[in-house]
């Protein structure tokens, strides 16, 4: 079956940092496109950033500049770098696989509180 387990959320101060991971397994890592979305209370699920199969790189304009999404497919790892946190980046951080013509899978979250 495909798994994809986030980590590394938390409370943290505006203008801090934290590094979510998120493992996969059930899939052929290295051949899949990747991305982390996140929903604040009361909003709809937004798309935060995106890594193709090759590196290529997509962020939201909220967070480009102050967030970065990396792989490791050594580890069958996607991170996602934010840095320069906002109370308004305080969200559910969801990872998926999204390769084109194949079904999206989701990892079951984890939490980003940011305080003021």
């Known amino acids: 079956q495909v798994q994809l387990v986030e980590s590394g959320g938390g409370l943290v101060q505006a203008g801090g940092s934290l590094r979510l991971s998120c493992a996969a397994s059930?899939?052929?890592?290295?051949?899949?496109?990747m991305g982390w979305h996140r929903q604040a209370p009361g909003k709809q699920r937004e798309l935060v950033a995106h890594?193709?199969?090759?590196?290529?790189?997509n962020y939201a304009d909220s967070v480009k500049g102050r967030f970065t999404i990396s792989r490791d497919n050594a580890k069958n790892t996607v991170y996602l770098q934010m840095n320069s946190l906002k109370p308004e980046d305080t969200a559910v951080y969801y990872c998926?696989?999204?390769?084109?013509?194949?079904?999206?899978?989701w990892g079951q979250g984890t939490q980003v509180t940011v305080s003021a």
């Open positions: 890594i193709t199969s090759s590196g290529i790189t």
């Open positions: 998926n696989r999204n390769t084109p013509g194949h079904r999206e899978y």
């Open positions: 059930g899939i052929i890592f290295s051949l899949n496109n």
